[in-house]
């Protein structure tokens, strides 16, 4: 929410620009420093971007939950389990939410992340490549505890064998820290929250969400597991896979019928669509009334990794353009794939034009 100095700022603003702290001070009847003040607040608030004054007219994407560095280990052959396996490893920045958002700011959508790092090393390298990558990290909070790390086993084929999260970082994300974000919130055209949030963080986040169109990630089974009753009406969408929509309704989802019974139970709660990842047939679309099947697209697997991440992200990008939730979802195919065919968990070319080359050619470029 904007005071009303604010307010009057922006108007002036909107005018002119170009006008400078002092015009501005002037025009207001108050001094520069004040006039700095509430520059840097807009800032925060993220209606204004930068320093040259451009007003954000259109809506952008906020994203809380998880940030921490991914360590990969790849076995060079097929791995053998209770043993050793030569390989290779690496290091980079990762966690759901911050991997949404910094494939959302490659798509070229403006995006706030929320979440908890430490005062320590990784957690300095996590924040300035997200920010190069053009995430808004105003609303990163710093914790004396080590930065989150997720360290992944991948075999010679780049599927994921085995993999371990430790988020104690981001379970000092609460409710001061989202309310901290909830000018940003307030402001978005998408809000998105991972299943790495504590239940009161997302129960806060849901109460500020407002009319904002809120999608739910649920991570993992026994993430969705802990955070199953907190699903109702103040979400528009939710996007588990088989397993996590098993858990985050108390059903079983073996067979499609199952799947579809589960999801009927989210949108009696009032979830207005529940976007299903099907594995190798794609996934369903569901709400209310249809479900539509969107086939996933061929790609040659080079890491897993990020997939699921760049998938939301794209979806999020058609809606902030005005597209449908089916073109969303198609677009999140197309950017799964790609990122699947890259040794990156974020692809760093990704961009709208490639994703809609791939869709176009049904085949990788």
């Not at 706030?112 to 997200?130: A, F, I, M, Y």
């Not at 677009?331 to 692809?347: I, N, Q």
Request: some cysteine; proline content about 4%; overall charge negative.
């Amino acid at each position: 929410m904007l005071t009303d100095r604010e307010e009057q700022i922006l108007d002036l603003l909107r005018r002119d620009p170009l006008m400078g702290s002092e015009a501005l001070a002037a025009a207001l009847g108050t001094t520069r420093a004040s006039i700095n003040v509430h520059i840097s607040n807009l800032g925060k608030k993220g209606v204004i971007l930068g320093r040259g004054y451009v007003l954000a007219e259109s809506p952008g994407a906020v994203v809380i939950g998880g940030a921490n560095m991914d360590l990969k280990a790849r076995s060079q052959a097929r791995a053998t389990s209770h043993t050793s396996n030569p390989g290779h490893g690496s290091m980079a920045p990762g966690g759901v939410a911050r991997n949404i958002a910094e494939n959302l700011a490659r798509l070229g959508d403006r995006v706030h992340l929320v979440s908890v790092v430490g005062r320590d090393p990784l957690g300095e390298n996590l924040l300035s490549h997200t920010a190069a990558a053009g995430v808004r990290i105003e609303h990163v909070a710093r914790t004396d505890r080590p930065t989150g790390t997720y360290t992944a086993v991948l075999d010679v084929d780049g599927e994921l064998i085995v993999a371990i999260a430790d988020m104690a970082a981001t379970a000092e994300l609460g409710p001061d820290q989202v309310q901290a974000a909830r000018d940003v919130i307030a402001s978005a055209g998408v809000l998105v929250l991972d299943g790495n949030l504590r239940r009161d963080a997302l129960e806060h986040a849901l109460d500020l969400s407002g009319g904002v169109r809120t999608i739910f990630e649920p991570v993992s089974v026994p993430k969705a597991a802990a955070l199953k009753d907190a699903l109702d009406s103040r979400l528009y969408a939710v996007t588990p896979n088989r397993d996590e929509l098993a858990a985050l309704t108390d059903l079983p989802t073996r067979t499609d019928r199952q799947v579809r019974t589960a999801a009927a139970t989210l949108h009696a709660r009032g979830v207005e669509l529940v976007w299903i990842r099907m594995g190798g047939r794609g996934s369903w679309l569901l709400t209310t009334d249809e479900l539509i099947e969107i086939p996933a697209l061929r790609a040659d697997v080079e890491d897993v990794t990020g997939a699921g991440d760049s998938m939301l992200a794209a979806f999020c990008h058609v809606l902030l353009d005005g597209g449908t939730p089916e073109q969303a979802a198609r677009f999140g195919h197309a950017a799964a794939a790609l990122t699947v065919a890259s040794a990156h968990t974020v692809r760093p070319d990704l961009t709208p034009r490639l994703i809609r080359a791939t869709l176009e050619q049904k085949e990788l470029p």
